[in-house]
């Protein structure tokens, strides 16, 4: 079964949709030994002119007649993608699937970039990587959302400027499950944000199903910018940008592309 047919069984279930947790929230500190992130290939870039693939429906799934978007105000920029979520219900996703069937534990480069528009907020784009947690054929059970955010991993965000994260940081950046993972201290839960280095050492055989990113839901009044978002592994690297400036007659064929070719009338 292909990687989006898996997904579409899945249902999406796991796939963030939790406001931010808040600042309290206390990352897990495990002693890990230095952690060697595998070699990356040069990235190559995929440019987009416009919003299309970035689904706005309150649950992050595909939108149909009975799944409609919500109130998320999603627009291109000269740089970059910017969304503004009026109320709770409000959300913003875009996934997107690598080109091959990757292991989490060829994963070298994981990273984008941020303009924080709400002073004072630390409601950020995070990083998603929907996961096969033991790799093979796609269980009940296996499938979770590893969420990057850069509060949760102790960075500092500055309003209205351009900051890029790195979601690896050698392996020690902080990452949550949206399904408590049994084989790590706690969970790692939002509560309890985990080393990218100790989920990956619990999971050795975990599969990349999809990688993208999130603004929302349960985070009224969030409003950022998001660009640059890098999936690097193994012999293969990808960049997305937005910008106006770029075609707009879409070439690019995303997930939820297909899913509305396949769902919809």
């Not at 392996?171 to 969970?187: D, E």
């Amino acid at each position: 079964m292909s990687i989006r047919r898996r997904l579409v069984v899945a249902g999406l279930v796991g796939i963030s949709v939790v406001g931010v947790a808040g600042v309290g929230a206390q990352a897990a500190h495990q002693p890990l030994e230095a952690h060697r992130l595998p070699g990356v290939a040069p990235c190559k870039v995929v440019k987009h002119g416009t919003t299309e693939a970035i689904v706005t429906t309150s649950n992050g799934e595909a939108p149909s007649t009975t799944n409609a978007p919500s109130t998320a105000v999603v627009k291109v920029g000269k740089e970059g993608v910017e969304a503004t979520l009026p109320d709770a219900g409000a959300k913003a996703l875009y996934l997107e699937e690598p080109v091959r069937t990757t292991k989490v534990a060829r994963i070298g480069k994981l990273s984008y970039r941020t303009l924080q528009l709400n002073p004072g907020s630390v409601a950020l784009w995070s990083y998603q990587l929907p996961i096969d947690i033991n790799g093979g054929t796609l269980q009940a059970g296996d499938f979770t959302t590893l969420v990057y955010e850069p509060y949760q991993d102790g960075r500092s965000i500055v309003a209205d400027r351009w900051q890029t994260w790195d979601a690896l940081r050698g392996g020690q950046a902080k990452w949550w499950s949206t399904r408590a993972l049994p084989l790590v201290a706690n969970g790692a839960t939002q509560a309890f944000p985990t080393a990218w280095a100790a989920i990956l050492a619990a999971y050795p055989d975990a599969t990349v199903l999809a990688y993208g990113m999130n603004l929302g839901k349960g985070s009224p009044g969030a409003s950022a910018r998001v660009d640059g978002l890098t999936f690097g592994a193994g012999d293969a690297c990808v960049t997305h940008q937005w910008s106006t400036r770029f075609d707009r007659r879409s070439r690019h064929v995303s997930i939820f592309q297909l899913w509305r070719r396949w769902l919809l009338p």
